[in-house]
């Protein structure tokens, strides 16, 4: 895979911190796929109706304390390069944010 180093930092340094920050106790998994990245959380879930909305600016999940533009960024550099990124809750609790590099050739591999 191709991907520019900065936009892929940006991507996934925000899921981690998303991550870290409503996961009080359990554990966050990081999963390298070919072609994919997932991140899991045992945290609270998305406890917003519609997730999709999350990645709307200024949208927040309930307990959000940011400003809800994170994951508008990274929706944003993700259709940018070509890349899928999806949000659902975990069964059992928590959150499953999974990004998948399927795009044009020279942008994904």
Known sequence: MAADHA???MTIGNLLRNAMTFTDSGEIRI???SGAIQVEDTGQGLQTPE???LFRPYVR???S???GLGLSLVQRLCQRQ???ITLANRPGGGTVARL???GPPGKSG
Do not use: R
């Open 7 to 9: 936009v892929l930092a």
């Open 31 to 33: 999963t390298l796929e």
């Open 51 to 53: 997730i999709q909305q």
């Open 61 to 63: 999940g309930g307990d």
């Open 65 to 67: 304390k940011g400003a």
């Open 82 to 84: 070509g890349w899928q």
């Open 100 to 102: 998948e590099f399927s």
